[in-house]
């Protein structure tokens, strides 16, 4: 193919989604959808592509490779079956849903209709995130001990108001949602998780989920971890923040907003990052190369069951251990 079609489903943050398409070189986007008529219509004018509030419409345009599915979270899978139904490659903003049986239902019709499924967590594509992949899996931190992600931000009231935090379209609040992206880079430096023990609540908002949570981790290593998650964090402060830090026997790394501020590795391996540069520009070469996306569904799901297992954890006041058994309570 000349170039590999996109249509943008969702234009809250799914507009500037769709404005990084317009922009690569080997994407086309033809067309956004959404179902507020005005901002279908205003993000559709600005980018020159036609709009439609019902998202179907471009399900039989030989034009659409991919569908970028950028709704409340809890619809991820809802619009991801009917498009991966209809021969449509599907990337999902993340996490890839909202609860683990979603997630499944997901996977396994694009599985079934043989189409590439992908998430977009963008901080794997971030070349300082990349390079400490690249000294994990050199051994240049030595073995694992220690890794911690920390996530320190604000939301307002008014930014829970609708469907943020609730458990069926968000699927939990500050965990999966914001401090999600450096769950998932937590578990990608440290691989797999065994057992979770959590705590979370709601310390300043009106909502059904949780605006802070604290998680220990024991990783199937012998590693142990930490995150930290809390949308309540003052505003206008200038201080809010995200960071992972991971430590070995021979090496550390310290990476505050996507930037590493400490670094010290056992031998220092010269990096130089020439991948694709976001989640759009992975799928365009997956289509093309017939690889698999950097996350793809299974590998997507792996964030979302331990901020589920937290929760569990919490309500439950036991440690939880991996795999979850879906089903096991109403937030899985």
Same mark, same amino acid.
């Given at each position: 193919?000349?170039?590999?079609?996109?249509?943008?489903?969702?234009?809250?943050?799914?507009? %500037? +989604? &769709?404005?990084?398409?317009?922009?690569?070189?080997?994407?086309?986007? /033809?067309?956004? $959808?959404?179902?507020?008529?005005? =901002?279908?219509?205003?993000?559709?004018?600005?980018?020159?592509?036609?709009?439609?509030?019902?998202?179907?419409?471009?399900?039989?345009?030989?034009?659409?490779?991919?569908?970028?599915?950028?709704?409340?979270?809890?619809?991820?899978?809802?619009?991801?079956?009917?498009?991966?139904?209809?021969?449509?490659?599907?990337?999902?903003?993340?996490?890839?849903?909202?609860?683990? %049986? +979603? &997630?499944?239902?997901?996977?396994?019709?694009?599985?079934?209709?043989? /189409?590439?499924? $992908?998430?977009?967590?963008?901080? =794997?594509?971030?070349?300082?995130?990349?390079?400490?992949?690249?000294?994990?899996?050199?051994?240049?931190?030595?073995?694992?001990?220690?890794?911690?992600?920390?996530?320190?931000?604000?939301?307002?009231?008014?930014?829970?108001?609708?469907?943020?935090?609730?458990?069926?379209?968000?699927?939990?609040?500050?965990?999966?949602?914001?401090?999600?992206?450096?769950?998932?880079?937590?578990?990608?430096?440290?691989?797999?998780?065994?057992?979770?023990?959590?705590? /979370?609540?709601?310390?300043?908002?009106?909502?059904?989920?949780?605006?802070?949570?604290?998680?220990?981790?024991?990783?199937?290593?012998?590693?142990?971890?930490?995150?930290?998650?809390?949308?309540?964090?003052?505003?206008?402060?200038?201080?809010?923040?995200?960071?992972?830090?991971?430590?070995?026997?021979?090496?550390?790394?310290?990476?505050?907003?996507?930037?590493?501020?400490?670094?010290?590795?056992?031998?220092?391996?010269?990096?130089?990052?020439?991948?694709?540069?976001?989640?759009?520009?992975?799928?365009?070469?997956?289509?093309?190369?017939?690889?698999?996306?950097?996350?793809?569904?299974?590998?997507?799901?792996?964030?979302?069951?331990?901020?589920?297992?937290?929760?569990?954890?919490?309500?439950?006041?036991?440690?939880?251990?991996?795999?979850?058994?879906?089903?096991?309570?109403?937030?899985?």
């Amino acid at each position: 193919m000349d170039k590999v079609g996109f249509v943008v489903v969702g234009l809250g943050m799914g507009s %500037a +989604r &769709a404005q990084q398409i317009a922009q690569i070189p080997d994407a086309k986007l /033809v067309g956004v $959808a959404d179902l507020n008529a005005e =901002r279908a219509k205003s993000v559709g004018e600005k980018l020159g592509v036609p709009y439609v509030t019902d998202y179907r419409q471009f399900l039989t345009n030989k034009d659409v490779h991919v569908v970028m599915v950028m709704t409340p979270s809890g619809l991820h899978a809802e619009v991801g079956v009917e498009a991966a139904r209809a021969g449509k490659h599907v990337l999902t903003t993340k996490p890839i849903e909202s609860s683990l %049986a +979603r &997630a499944d239902w997901l996977i396994d019709e694009c599985r079934k209709a043989g /189409v590439i499924l $992908a998430c977009d967590f963008e901080s =794997r594509f971030v070349p300082d995130n990349v390079r400490i992949k690249r000294a994990i899996e050199t051994g240049e931190f030595g073995r694992l001990l220690l890794g911690e992600a920390r996530l320190k931000w604000f939301r307002s009231q008014q930014y829970y108001d609708g469907w943020h935090g609730t458990w069926r379209y968000d699927g939990g609040g500050s965990l999966i949602n914001q401090t999600v992206h450096w769950i998932d880079l937590l578990q990608w430096y440290m691989g797999p998780v065994e057992r979770v023990l959590a705590k /979370v609540a709601v310390l300043n908002h009106k909502i059904e989920t949780e605006d802070t949570g604290l998680a220990i981790l024991e990783f199937r290593s012998g590693a142990l971890g930490t995150i930290l998650g809390t949308t309540t964090y003052p505003p206008n402060s200038g201080a809010e923040y995200t960071t992972i830090e991971i430590h070995g026997d021979r090496g550390l790394v310290v990476c505050r907003d996507a930037k590493i501020q400490a670094w010290k590795a056992d031998p220092d391996t010269p990096f130089e990052y020439k991948g694709p540069k976001n989640s759009m520009e992975d799928m365009i070469e997956a289509i093309r190369q017939g690889r698999p996306p950097m996350v793809d569904g299974p590998e997507a799901k792996k964030s979302l069951e331990i901020v589920k297992a937290a929760y569990h954890s919490s309500f439950t006041g036991q440690p939880v251990s991996l795999p979850l058994k879906v089903g096991e309570a109403q937030y899985f």
